[in-house]
Antibody
């Protein structure tokens, strides 16, 4: 059974940094690309970033490019999202999601974790 | 403003058939597969339809998807109270180099 467990969310001041983690189990982690998708409270879904199975290719939404960095450690079955220069509009529930392909391009995530809440406020 | 356009709400009575539309452009729906997700209150999105019209194992055949040109739709037949949820369409966007989502449709079972 695919399991994705996010952690690292919390309250952070504008301009601050936070690192999210997602521990995966139930599948051969290095074989699949991974993504982060966020959902502001009461609003819709927004894709944030993605990384290929071997970590060699990364993609970012325009809204976070230059501020967020996605990475993965296949020896630990974990994907990370380093967030810096955080803004109030980054406040959201951040979901980790598995992509059913080793490459990210053209493929939409299938399994999603339960999310970790990031609140950016002074 | 979401890249894909969905109606904000839809409704039906038990047993009815309802459809939810999703409109995009040539860079997303027009050239890539469409996916549909169901999000029950307080839970993570669950994949309902992939590659336009395919159902993952465990998804009832009451749910079906279709695509034509730059639009897609999700149909739910034999509506049940447990179908009350938010529904999102998604597709890869070649111009943005990432997945894009619709704004979501809140389905109410009357």
């Amino acid at each position: 059974e695919v399991q994705l467990l996010e952690s690292g969310g919390g309250l952070v001041q504008p301009g601050g940094s936070l690192r999210l983690s997602c521990a995966a189990s139930g599948f051969t982690f290095s074989t699949y690309a991974m993504s982060w998708v966020r959902q502001p409270p009461g609003k819709g879904l927004e894709w944030v970033s993605g990384i290929s199975g071997n970590g060699g290719t990364t993609y970012y939404a325009a809204s976070v490019k230059g501020r967020f960095t996605i990475s993965r450690d296949n020896s630990k079955n974990t994907v990370y999202l380093q967030m810096s220069s955080l803004r109030a509009e980054d406040t959201a529930l951040y979901y980790c999601a598995k992509v059913p392909s080793t490459m990210l391009r053209g493929v939409i995530p299938d399994y999603w974790g339960q999310g970790t809440l990031v609140t950016v406020s002074s | 403003q979401s890249v894909l356009t969905q109606p904000p709400s839809a409704s039906g009575t038990p047993g009815q058939r309802v459809t939810i539309s999703c409109s995009g452009s040539s860079s997303n729906i027009g050239s890539n597969f469409v996916y549909w997700f169901q999000q029950l209150p307080g839970t993570a999105p669950k994949l309902l339809i992939y590659r336009n019209n395919q159902r993952p194992s465990g998804v009832p055949d009451r749910f079906s998807g279709s695509k034509s040109g730059t639009s897609a739709s999700l149909a739910i037949s034999g509506l049940r109270s447990e179908d009350e949820a938010d529904y999102y369409c998604a597709a890869w966007d070649d111009s943005l180099s990432g997945p894009v989502f619709g704004g979501g449709t809140k389905l109410t079972v009357l």
